[in-house]
């Protein structure tokens, strides 16, 4: 068990951050909140400076698409306090026609390779990213294929007829 709890976290936070960030819940034990892209820079910095909470270690950033949603685009982050031994899911949501938020390699160098990820497979554009290109996809591949704007399966192929199941 940790040195600290979710919710001493969650009131450290909220003492320093009151009203910029919100919809506060535990799934599975794991601390998860939402904030805009215009905070989640100075939240980052403090969740990482700060002496008591002291999360240091970015485990991951990576994207999530909701298309029926106001703000389709999701930036979901996730941090370690190594010290304190508790974790931290931290989602912000940006609209597709504008989908941009700040680097995290300001903190974090790791941040990196992970942002670019995210940029090839979801379009997300992080300002201020030293190198934002294409990481694991072609150089000149205009879509971004973990957005849910493609139908699953070509309604034209033969071989999924009904027929062919016994249906």
């Known amino acids: 068990m940790g040195k600290i709890s979710n919710q001493q976290v969650l009131a450290q936070l ?8 919100g919809n506060v819940s535990e799934p599975y034990g794991l601390l998860t909140i939402e904030t805009t892209s215009d905070n989640i820079t100075e939240i980052l910095s403090y969740l990482k ?9 970015l485990t991951d950033i990576t994207g999530i698409h909701y298309p029926d949603n106001e703000n ?4 979901i982050y996730h941090l370690h ?23 995290a390699t300001t903190l974090w160098n790791g941040a ?9 497979f979801f379009g997300i554009l992080f300002e201020g990213h030293p190198n934002l290109v294409r990481i694991l996809n072609v150089d000149d591949m205009e879509a971004f294929p973990m957005r849910k704007e493609f139908p699953l399966e070509d309604p034209n192929r033969a071989d999924k007829q009904d027929l062919y199941f016994g249906r």
């Open 49 to 57: 400076n700060d002496a008591t909470l002291s999360f240091v270690f």
């Open 72 to 75: 389709a685009l999701g930036v």
């Open 14 to 21: 909220t003492s320093i951050f009151e009203g910029k960030f």
């Open 112 to 120: 990196n390779w992970m942002e670019r990820e995210t940029y090839d």
């Open 81 to 103: 306090s190594l010290v304190n031994n508790v974790r931290l899911r931290i989602k912000v949501f940006i609209p597709t026609a504008n989908p941009t938020i700040p680097t």
